[in-house]
């Protein structure tokens, strides 16, 4: 019972935040609806007990990138004065057409409990309420299947990944350096072929 | 509740308007945003799966996920930024130095 009360209202957070992400005329308005929607998904995650993955949701995406895109927002003014007016043909025709395929596959996998693909043995709406005790996301439980001290034998897990994903962020930070520390450069050489 | 389906539903309520933004919006920081909004949506349904299934399978990947969401947006709003720093604009109508 209070696992559908807190999705009701959860629910109707995240739907109306997303919604006024892409229908917000100012893009302060879309952050802040961005932010409510994953404030209301880190909900879900606690109602999964998925600890670990609701706390970094919460300081990651609404503290870190909500941030940034705060700044970033800030930085280039609040414009409003969007063009609507559609360049590519046929987009909007895709849209309806993309909408509708996906609001008619989620009637059918909703209606028919068509989940058949995650009905792995020992799953299922019957074992909902003990799966959550069995997936309990506390930071140990996270860093044991992580790194592969899970169960009896020791495994490689998930460090590969996780090392890869380390490079990746290093390539990030050095692009968004290298994006900002070599523009002067940049400029020098795009401003003759602009006078032209 | 009876198992992930009502997460599943929400998360593909949450992915078409995602998906919505992306195709009809212009502004470069709100098609990000959809982007991230998508994102997310595809995080639910990996934590509400991984319960379903009764392994952490699906809480390790929306930290990989998560990771690489991060990377993307650093990456992103840096091009942004340097682009409305050329063009004064965040529209990307604009941009269409590299059409051949």
């Known amino acids: ?196 | 509740m009876a198992g992930p389906t009502p997460y599943m539903a929400l998360a593909f309520i949450l992915f078409v308007i995602g998906a919505t933004g992306l195709l009809t919006r212009r502004n470069a920081l709100i098609m990000f945003m959809s982007v991230e909004l998508m994102l997310n949506s595809v995080n639910l349904t990996f934590v509400a799966a991984g319960r379903a299934i009764g392994n952490f399978t699906g809480q390790v990947s929306v930290f990989f996920v998560l990771v690489v969401a991060a990377a993307e947006v650093v990456i992103g709003l840096a091009i942004i930024v340097a682009v409305f720093q050329k063009r004064n604009s965040a529209s990307v109508d604009e941009l269409s130095e590299m059409k051949g």
Do not use: C
């Not at chain 1, 739907?15 to 879900?44: C, D, E, K, Q, W």
């Not at chain 1, 495994?155 to 930070?173: K, R």
């Open chain 1, 1 to 196: 019972m209070t696992e559908i009360v807190l999705f009701g209202i959860f629910g109707t957070v995240a739907i109306a935040g997303a919604l006024s992400v892409i229908l917000a005329r100012n893009p302060i308005y879309s952050a802040l609806g961005l932010m409510s929607t994953m404030f209301s998904l880190a909900v879900f995650y606690i109602m999964h007990l998925g600890h670990f993955v609701a706390a970094i949701q919460i300081i990651v995406y609404t503290g870190a990138v909500m941030t940034l895109f705060l700044f970033v927002i800030m930085l280039i003014g609040v414009d409003r004065s969007e063009d609507t007016a559609e360049q590519l043909p046929n987009q909007r025709r895709i849209v309806v057409g993309l909408g509708l395929t996906i609001a008619i596959t989620t009637v059918v996998l909703t209606v028919g409990q068509n989940f058949k693909w995650v009905t792995a043995p020992g799953s299922g709406p019957a074992n909902w309420d003990a799966n959550a005790e069995a997936t309990n996301g506390t930071i140990q439980a996270i860093g044991r299947v992580l790194f592969g001290a899970d169960g009896a034998e020791r495994t490689a897990g998930w460090a590969l990944p996780f090392e890869v994903v380390s490079l990746l962020l290093i390539v990030a930070a050095v692009g968004a350096i290298a994006l900002a520390f070599f523009r002067p450069l940049r400029k020098v050489e795009i401003n003759p072929t602009e006078t032209d």
